[in-house]
């Protein structure tokens, strides 16, 4: 299976990425680009989106980035750094970098940015890979 492929089987899968209102806007072998809009149902107390939506789509990110290339993977471990709130209706696009890929785990960074602009938040993912290919 292409890269393309794997990650729009992934997505037709995924009831919680369709319910954030993941969009994929692009997709190559390591590395994928998504974004989502910031609705009313997204925030908090605050009135601003709840940290674990941006956790969301990064973790969404990380899945379909390290999965593109062809191996089934799975999240080991995961962190993030939020910079600047996010507001209702904000565009947030997720920009995953590959910065490791080893025979049983890969190192992915994802960078997400307000209406393509402004660094919001930074997550970084380790995933384990296994020796399960995705097939047609």
């Known amino acids: ?18 319910w954030l209102g993941i969009k994929i806007e692009k997709v190559e072998i390591g590395a994928v680009e998504l974004s989502m809009r910031i609705r009313s149902d997204m925030t908090n107390g605050f009135g601003i989106a709840h940290g674990g939506i941006t956790f969301s789509l990064a973790d969404s990110a990380l899945a379909f980035a390290a999965n593109s290339q062809g191996r089934h993977a799975v ?39 307000r209406n393509e602009i402004e660094l919001v938040a930074l997550f970084r993912g380790t995933v ?3 020796d399960k290919l995705w097939e047609k």
């Open 1 to 18: 299976m292409t890269a393309n492929e794997i990650v729009h089987r992934m997505y037709q899968n995924d009831a919680f990425s369709q």
């Open 75 to 113: 999240s080991v471990e995961t962190s993030i750094s939020h910079f600047k709130p996010l507001q209702l209706n904000d565009l947030v696009r997720a920009t995953s970098v590959e910065r490791h890929l080893g025979k049983r785990t890969a190192v992915y960074e994802i960078q997400m940015h």
């Open 128 to 130: 384990y890979r296994t």
